[in-house]
């Protein structure tokens, strides 16, 4: 890993903003571009602000820097990307074909895409689903992963572009807010119980969703890109498993360390595309070609998250 720099696309996002810092402690500081619609006083570090689905301004920014990797997270999410259907698949589709032109013609080693269990719909198993599934998603964003999947492979393929990718389930973490997924109420339940409110659920409380805690998540991105070239043998994108549960039993783990915590439920149109996804993921490709393992479950997430927005709200003896 000598001598990589490194840009993220979308660093402001909830991924981001965690794999850009991770990314500096592997790279150095001066090493990673993070880079955003938007700019960021936040970041410590080098920052740029992209357009990405402006050709050029990647170019260029490839370019001034000679960028060696990119990781492409900008996109509008399943449940924001369902209320103006065609910008979500231009935008989404753009600014991906964007940055794969850009890494084929400019001599980028490695990019990293990100997929979603988004990809999946009601032709594949719902429980375990397995790597080969049947892909017909229920959501523009669904749509666009899978069209980018194969724009993944091709450019494999055709150009040689070591191009990798993870299907995400929903990713859980304190460090900040979601972005407009189906899976926010994951995160949104921590931050409502951490400040004493009653936590106001989109989905029934006995609806099964793959989750990954942040950590896992982040670490899961580095590995498959610090894999050797030849032990990566899936090039749409791999599925990726860790954890399992619903609002309802989030809610009771939460509860065994917050007693008066409440939660109710008034479902809206997520449900619906909820119900399209699997309740758990075979993850077994990943695991045999990258080695990889998740480290947190259900409580030990719980009580880290607990712990650190805690911290983030000065709230420790209000419990």
Known sequence: MINETVLIIGANGQLGSVLSEELQKIHGKDNVIA???????????????????????????VNKY??????????????????????????????MLNVFEVSRTNNVKKV????????FGDKAPLENTPQSAF????????????????????YFNKYELDVRSIRYPGIIGYQSMPGGGTTDYA?????????????????????????????????STIELMQAPKNSIKTRTSYNLGSMSFS??????????LYPNFKVEYNVDFRQEIADKWPKSINDDQAREDWNWK????????TVLMLEKLEEKYNTSTLK
């Open 135 to 154: 892909l017909n998603p229920a959501t523009v964003y669904g749509m666009s992963k899978v069209a980018g999947e194969n724009w993944a492979q091709y």
């Open 35 to 61: 880079s955003d619609i938007y700019s960021n006083s936040t970041f410590d570090g080098v920052f740029e602000i992209i357009d990405a689905t402006d050709l050029n301004a990647i170019e260029n920014i």
């Open 247 to 256: 609002p309802s039993e989030i809610a009771s783990e939460i509860q065994k």
């Open 66 to 95: 000679a960028v060696s990797q990119i990781y492409h997270l900008a996109a509008i999410l399943s449940a924001k990307g369902e209320a103006n259907p065609l910008k979500t698949w231009d935008l989404n589709m753009s600014m």
């Open 294 to 301: 998740p480290k947190y479950d259900l409580k030990s997430m």
């Open 112 to 119: 990293f895409f990100p997929s979603s269990i988004a990809v």
């Open 187 to 219: 995160v949104e339940i921590y931050h409502s119980a951490v400040k004493q409110e009653k936590y106001s659920c989109f989905l029934n409380p006995e609806t099964k969703l793959p989750m990954i805690f942040m950590d896992d998540a982040i670490r």
